[in-house]
């Protein structure tokens, strides 16, 4: 199964640490996209790809969150000098893109605790 | 965005129909109609989509109301994996872009 992956699938730091997660969506998918979810709620939108290019930003990601996608395959999203309130599930998904059906493929997550 | 409303929780017995409803009363006529569950300690997983026609896949039917303000996701025989939060999403033309869940609903199914 070629799903989309990410790792780690935990990661615990002490808080003012910085943390990268990385994503590898389906090959050939030329759209990625990230979000974060706390407990008891949906996911929410931080930022999406379209190749290498970042195309979208929602107002959730400080500026002691980045995004990257070099080269239009995987990403990293990094999170500086973490705070308690970033701890949260962060969602990787994928899709190829263009208009008509542009289903979203999710990964695992990578589960964040900052204490 | 159109934002939609969905009950907080449902029940279902294993193998009877589970019908999910959703409103989306400010739906404009560009905007698709889309299906995702959440398991238990998984990523959302796409379900189903639709424009107008009721639509059906391996996994459930869709169930389009004819003035577009609310919709029905049908799972036919529930199985105990079917337990999971169902979100429905509304997007513009087709193309997903990002998505905008709400709190969805968390549907339990009893053996």
């Known amino acids: 199964d070629t799903g989309v992956s990410q790792d780690p699938r935990h990661k615990i730091t002490k808080r003012g640490q910085n943390v990268t997660f990385r994503c590898d969506p389906i090959s050939e998918h030329n759209r990625l996209y990230w979000y974060r979810q706390t407990l008891g709620q949906g996911p929410e939108f931080l930022t999406y790809f379209q190749n290498e290019a970042q195309l979208e930003k929602s107002r959730l990601l400080s500026d002691r969150f980045s995004a990257e996608r070099p080269k239009g395959s995987f990403s990293t999203l990094e999170i500086q000098r973490t705070e308690q309130g970033d701890s949260a599930m962060y969602l990787c998904a994928s899709s190829l893109g263009g208009y008509g059906t542009d289903t979203q493929y999710f990964g695992p997550g990578t589960r964040l605790t900052v204490l | 965005d159109a934002k939609t409303t969905q009950p907080n929780s449902m029940e279902s017995n294993e193998e009877e129909p589970v019908h999910l409803p959703c409103n989306h009363s400010t739906i404009s006529g560009t905007d698709y109609i889309h299906w995702y569950r959440q398991l238990p300690s998984q990523g959302p997983e796409y379900v189903i989509h639709?424009?107008?026609s009721n639509v059906n896949n391996r996994m459930a039917s869709l169930a389009i109301a004819e003035d577009r303000k609310s919709s029905t996701l049908i799972l036919h025989r529930a199985t105990l994996r079917d337990a999971a939060v169902y979100y429905c999403?509304?997007?513009?033309?087709?193309?997903?872009?990002?998505?905008?869940f709400g709190k969805g609903t968390k549907l339990s199914v009893k053996p």
């Open positions: 999403i509304l997007s513009r033309g087709g193309s997903q872009g990002n998505l905008i």
């Open positions: 639709g424009l107008t």
